[in-house]
């Protein structure tokens, strides 16, 4: 049996006219508070750089020793805004040398001086974490990094380098959430275009 078509829309007219969505019956409370107990709250606090941001302000406000003269939560948003240009918007060319791999890492507009910027920053903080040994050459539309193991006759190693690539080799090792504390206190970040 064929239903008419006004009558499917019928239907859906009534159905959306008798019960509100659930999105419509979200109701916010003074001051933005929810009437939900903490175990009932997401964790999250929604897109990921504005859920880094509010962990970064939440955790200065509890610290009676913030030093508010220097704080600047805006020069966080920006790395933020540079690592997701060069997560998502950078073309990196992946190719094997003695010892670990070549990266090619190009972008186009904003994306190449955040490129700059983030390996920049990254190469820094490799070398002075006994990490591999990285050889960093800008060009026009980005860099080149060689990256080579420390021992570049260690096939696990070599291997592992070359497993992590170039987005693998960067978001590497626990100094990011730190990195981001200290550029929203103010601190200063040699190598760092922020």
């Known amino acids: 049996m064929r ?4 009558a499917v829309a019928l239907l859906w007219s009534s159905l959306l006219t008798t019960s509100a ?31 880094a941001v509010s962990e970064i ?9 913030t030093d ?16 997701d240009l060069v997560t998502v918007r950078s073309r990196v060319v992946a190719t094997p040398v ?15 001086a955040a490129i700059q910027r983030m390996t920049a920053a ?6 002075h974490s006994g990490g591999p040994r990285v050889v960093r050459t800008e060009l026009a539309d980005g860099v080149r990094l060689i990256v080579t193991a420390p021992t570049p006759s ?9 497993g ?5 080799l960067m978001v590497s090792g626990d100094h990011h959430p730190a990195h981001h504390l200290a550029l929203a206190r103010g601190e200063a970040m040699p190598g760092h275009g922020h």
Not at 68 to 83: C, G, P, T
């Open 3 to 6: 239903v008419p078509a006004f």
């Open 21 to 51: 969505l659930p999105a419509q019956e979200h109701v916010h409370t003074p001051g933005m508070t929810h009437p939900a107990s903490p175990a009932q709250l997401p964790t999250q606090g929604g897109q990921a750089a504005f859920a």
């Open 57 to 65: 302000v939440a955790l200065l406000q509890a610290d009676p020793n």
């Open 68 to 83: 508010w003269s220097k704080v600047n939560i805006e020069r966080l948003r920006l790395h933020l805004v540079d690592m």
């Open 98 to 112: 003695t010892g670990g791999a070549q990266f090619l890492v190009r972008g186009t507009g904003e994306t190449i």
């Open 122 to 127: 990254h190469v820094t903080m490799m070398m």
């Open 154 to 162: 260690d096939t696990a190693a070599v291997a592992k380098l070359r």
């Open 164 to 168: 992590l690539g170039f987005i693998g």
